[in-house]
C-alpha cells in the first residue's frame, strides 16, 4: 500500500458508507479547495470526518485558478489589508507546510511612468510588510536594463524600470489531490464520485444525515451524520435548496477565462503582473510546467456549470492585453489551451456592483437546520477556511473545542528540497516510489513534449484515485490545460493502460474516449 491511498481505498470507502453502521461527526459536501480544507481540519483535530465531492477532486473551480498562492497585490490596492494580511500568513504556511508544491515565485511590475514608479514602490514595500516574518522576499525597484534582463520579450517603449516582488506559485489540482491524500492519510474518508442526492432531517427540522449517490454504480446510501457542511463553490445555492426550497440565492459567479501559450512568447522564469488592464483589473503572465499561463477575466455569469466555456470577447480581451507587452503578439493559432473558471462570491452587499469590487473573503451561513454553508474566498485561504468553519461548528452545536492542527500539519508528498527543474517535481517525496516502477524506461515518454509517461497513468489510477482518463489527462497529469491537442493524441494510449490497472473493457475503454473528445474540443481554439 506504500502508506498512500490506493485503488482500494475508494472500495474500503464506499463499503464505510453503504455499511450504515458508522455514524459521522462531520459530513462535508464538495471535494474543492474549500471542502478539502474543511474535512483535513476536521479529521486533524480528531472527526470522524466523510467527504463526498460528485465528480473528481478539484473538477469545478480548484483546478482552473491562475496557480497563485498570494496575498493579492489587487486586494491592497482596494483597501482589504484584513485579507491581505490573512491570505498572506496563510501563502507563508502553505509555502512551509507543502514545498513541494509552492514556489517561491519572483514577479515583476513594469512601470512606464514615474508615478508608476512610485505607487508600485511604496505599495509593495507595503504589501512586504502586511507579510512580515512569512514573507517570502523583498520587494525592490529595478532598472530599465535589470528589467529587460529578467522580462526579455516585454515592451521596451518609454519602460522606466520594474517593481520586483514575492508571491507563491503552485500546481492547484495536485495540492487538492494532496490534501485528499492527507485526510486519507489522517484517518479520514475523502471520496471522489460520489453525489449528495438529499438531506435527511430528524423530527425536529435539524439535518442528521444525507442520501448519497454513488456516481459509477448508481447505488445509493443514506448515511447518519451529525453535522453537515455544504462547500459546493457555485453550487452552494442548490445544496441549501435541497434544505430549504425556495431559499435566497446567496452568491453570484463570475468567470475568469485564461489562455495558455508557449514560452516563446514569455521566455521568462519570472511571472509578469500587469496592474491595471483596461477593463480595470490585473493579469498576469506566469510560468508553469514550462509554458506560460495567461489571465485572466471578471465576467458575470447567470447559471454555474461545471464545465464552463471561455466567452470569444474573454479571449480576444487576453490576446489584445498581452500582444501590448509582448513583443512576440501571441494569435488564436498559438493558444495551447484555453480554460474558464467560476469565481463563488458571496452575494454583494449595498453599493458592490461589479463583481471585481465582491470582497474575496469567505462568508459561513447556519441555517435553522443548522447546515452549514460556506461562501467565497480563495484558494491560498483554504486552511484557514477550514478552521474558521470547524470552530464555527462546534460552536453552534456545542460540543467543546478541539485544537485546531493544520498550520504546522504537512501536506502529503511533503519534500523540503524540490528540484523545480526534474519533470516529477510535483509527487514530493511520492516521486522516488514512482521513479523506480519505470524500470529502466524513464526517458521513454507518452508525450515527450508534456514530459508524461506511462507509469503516471498506472499510478495515478493505483494511488491517486483516478477513476477516469479526463481525472489523468486533466487533474493527475496537466495535459489538458498545458497543450489541449497533444493531450488528445495520447488519450488512447492512456485510456488502454487505465483500463488493464482497472480492469476495464473495450467498451469502457470507448466511452472515456468519446467524453474525453468531447470535453477536450472546448480546450482547443479554432
Ligand atoms: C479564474 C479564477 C482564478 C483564480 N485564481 C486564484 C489564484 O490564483 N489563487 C487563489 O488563491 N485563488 C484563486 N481563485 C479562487 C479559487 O480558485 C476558488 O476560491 C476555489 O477554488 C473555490 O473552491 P471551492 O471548493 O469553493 O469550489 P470548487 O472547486 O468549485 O468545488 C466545489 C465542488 O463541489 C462539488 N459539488 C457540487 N454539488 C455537489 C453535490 N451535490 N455532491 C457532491 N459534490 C458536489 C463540485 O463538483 C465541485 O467540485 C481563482 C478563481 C477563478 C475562478
Known amino acids: 500500500m506504500l502508506g498512500i491511498p490506493s485503488v ?40 470522524k470526518t466523510l467527504l463526498v465531492e460528485q465528480s473528481d477532486f478539484a473538477k469545478g473551480t480548484s483546478s482552473r485558478s491562475t496557480k497563485l498562492v498570494h496575498g493579492g497585490v489587487r486586494y491592497l490596492a482596494q483597501g482589504d489589508v484584513r485579507l491581505v494580511r490573512e491570505a498572506s500568513i496563510e501563502r507563508g504556511l502553505l509555502h512551509r507546510n507543502a514545498p513541494h508544491l509552492v514556489k517561491d515565485q519572483i514577479f515583476i511590475v513594469p512601470v512606464y511612468t514615474l508615478w508608476d514608479r512610485l505607487k508600485y514602490t511604496i505599495g509593495l514595500k507595503l504589501y512586504d510588510r502586511i507579510a512580515g516574518k512569512l514573507r517570502l522576499g523583498p520587494s525592490v525597484f529595478i532598472s530599465k536594463k535589470e528589467t529587460l534582463e529578467k522580462l526579455p520579450g516585454i515592451r521596451s517603449t518609454d519602460l522606466k524600470g520594474g517593481v520586483e516582488y514575492h508571491d507563491g506559485q503552485f500546481d492547484d489540482s495536485r495540492l487538492a489531490l494532496n490534501l485528499a491524500q492527507t485526510i486519507w492519510g489522517n484517518g479520514g474518508t475523502a471520496l471522489n464520485y460520489v453525489q449528495v442526492t438529499g438531506l435527511l432531517k430528524n423530527d ?31 453550487f452552494v445555492d442548490d ?44 493579469l498576469f ?59 463563488p462570491l458571496a452575494a454583494p452587499r449595498k453599493g458592490e456592483q461589479k463583481t471585481k469590487e465582491i470582497s474575496r473573503s469567505h462568508k459561513i451561513i447556519v441555517s435553522a437546520s443548522k447546515l452549514f454553508t460556506i461562501l467565497g474566498g480563495k484558494w491560498t485561504t483554504y486552511r ?6 470547524v470552530n464555527r461548528i462546534e460552536k453552534e452545536l456545542r460540543w467543546g473545542h478541539k485544537k485546531p492542527a493544520t498550520a504546522t500539519l504537512h501536506i502529503h508528498g511533503y519534500h523540503e528540497n524540490a528540484n523545480w527543474n526534474d519533470p516529477f517535481y510535483f509527487y514530493g517525496s511520492d516521486a522516488d516510489l514512482l521513479k523506480q516502477q519505470m524500470n529502466g524506461t524513464a526517458n521513454i515518454w507518452l508525450s515527450e513534449e508534456l514530459k508524461i509517461h506511462r507509469s503516471q497513468v498506472k499510478w495515478a489510477v493505483e494511488h491517486e484515485m483516478a477513476r477516469t482518463l479526463e481525472d489523468v489527462l486533466s487533474r493527475r497529469t496537466r495535459a489538458l490545460l498545458l497543450n489541449a491537442k497533444e493531450s488528445r493524441r495520447i488519450a488512447p494510449e492512456v485510456a488502454s493502460i487505465m483500463a488493464d490497472v482497472l480492469g476495464k473493457d473495450e467498451k469502457w475503454k470507448e466511452e472515456q474516449l468519446k467524453a474525453f473528445d468531447q470535453l477536450s474540443e472546448q480546450y482547443v481554439l479554432k
Open 204 to 234: 425536529k427540522g435539524s439535518l442528521c444525515g444525507a442520501s448519497l449517490m454513488d456516481m459509477e454504480t448508481k447505488n445509493i446510501y443514506e448515511v447518519t451524520t451529525k453535522a453537515v457542511v455544504n462547500a459546493t463553490g457555485v
Open 285 to 343: 503572465a506566469v510560468p508553469w510546467h514550462d509554458k506560460v499561463v495567461v489571465g485572466t477575466t471578471d465576467t458575470p455569469v447567470a447559471e454555474p456549470t461545471l464545465e464552463p466555456q471561455a466567452l470569444e470577447k474573454e479571449i480576444n480581451f487576453i490576446l489584445e492585453t498581452a500582444g501590448t507587452y509582448f513583443i512576440k503578439k501571441p494569435q488564436r493559432s498559438d493558444v495551447l489551451s484555453v480554460f474558464a473558471g467560476l469565481r
Open 384 to 389: 484557514k477556511m477550514g478552521e474558521d468553519m
Open 8 to 47: 482500494h481505498e475508494r472500495v474500503s470507502g464506499i463499503l464505510r458508507i453503504s455499511s450504515g453502521i458508522s455514524e459521522w461527526d462531520i459530513l462535508v459536501i464538495g471535494g474543492g479547495a474549500t471542502g478539502l480544507g474543511i474535512a483535513l481540519d476536521a479529521t486533524a483535530r480528531g472527526y
Open 239 to 282: 445544496i441549501l435548496q435541497m434544505d430549504r426550497p425556495g431559499s435566497d440565492k446567496s452568491i453570484c459567479v463570475s468567470q475568469g477565462v485564461h489562455l495558455v501559450l508557449n514560452k516563446s512568447f514569455y521566455p521568462s522564469d519570472n511571472a509578469l503582473m500587469i496592474p491595471e488592464t483596461s477593463d480595470g483589473r490585473v
